[in-house]
């Protein structure tokens, strides 16, 4: 029930905040966004559409591209049967342009290819490419999020250091905070100056999420000498799984659950963000 009464005050605030982001805004500017993880399992692919849905939900015009390596799955989270995909913008048989789909009001999908035979081997220069044409719709979206494989590839770090800024997911298993770490460790040996946040997903209470976070923010203070941000943690949430089933993004089948309000914390810290660059331009 507190919940259910703290949804729509939040709500309307992330609204105000879209819309004071967009008026400091001097010139229109396409922030893209990497969500990147170590090894799978760690509900990436769920942070990156439901962050995308959650910013859509407000106003903000999102473009959400599956980057995963012929493994993608977005378009069935959405409930969405694309013609085109990924395989055919990269084998130049396709236009982006061609190959997007409505996901949701505001909201446009980059489908990803899934068990593609003739998908090709994306190297430095496809990549770049590929780049280049997400970045040319820079009129057509305030925010792009590109959900990567799992995994520390090259072509993972490429997204993620091309990128304005890399969102790595944990959860709060051990394991799972070592391999984030050796996620962010790649990403700043290529570019530095990366700004780099964090979601802890999964957790079965705030502190058992905080104390994830102070292990990860401690080792890459110690070894790697930089800061990285809190975005927010995401609690466990059975309404994720159900959503998942129905096809639908928890954030709009369940806008009320525990996960959804942790998506709008996030939200609202990222339109602040927006807000303070723009006044900073």
Do not use: W
């Not at 070894?223 to 990285?228: K, N, P, V």
């Not at 975005?231 to 928890?250: E, G, T, W, Y």
């Not at 709009?252 to 998506?263: E, N, Y």
Request: hydrophobic share 40%; with cysteine.
């Amino acid at each position: 029930m507190h919940n259910e009464t703290l949804a729509p005050d939040q709500a309307a605030r992330l609204r105000e905040l879209a819309m004071r982001s967009s008026l400091n805004s001097r010139t229109p500017s396409q922030r893209l966004i990497a969500v990147t993880c170590g090894k799978g399992g760690v509900g990436k692919s769920t942070v990156a559409l439901n962050l995308s849905v959650t910013l859509s939900a407000v106003g903000k015009r999102v473009l959400v591209v599956d980057a995963d390596a012929n493994l993608a799955n977005l378009d069935i989270m959405v409930g969405v049967a694309p013609q085109y995909r990924l395989g055919h913008v990269l084998r130049g048989e396709r236009d982006i342009e061609d190959v997007l789909v409505t996901a949701s009001p505001n909201l446009k999908l980059f489908p990803g290819s899934s068990a593609d035979t003739a998908y090709p081997e994306m190297g430095v220069t496809m990549q770049q490419r590929l780049m280049n044409g997400i970045r040319e719709l820079e009129e057509r979206f305030d925010y792009v999020i590109i959900d990567t494989a799992a995994g520390l590839s090259t072509q993972v770090i490429r997204y993620s250091t091309e990128a304005d800024e890399s969102i790595v997911v944990t959860s709060t298993e051990p394991t799972s905070i070592m391999d984030a770490y050796a996620t962010i460790k790649l990403i700043l040996a290529v570019k530095q100056t990366q700004k780099i946040s964090v979601v802890v997903n999964g957790a079965h209470s705030p502190s058992e999420a905080d104390e994830a976070m102070v292990k990860l923010q401690m080792a890459v203070r110690h070894f790697l000498h930089r800061e990285i941000e809190y975005l927010c943690s995401i609690p466990f949430d059975k309404n994720v799984q159900r959503a998942v089933i129905a096809h639908q993004p928890v954030s709009k089948m369940f806008p009320t659950s525990a996960s959804s309000l942790s998506f709008r914390q996030a939200v609202q810290r990222i339109l602040v963000q927006e807000e303070q660059e723009g006044r900073d331009r």
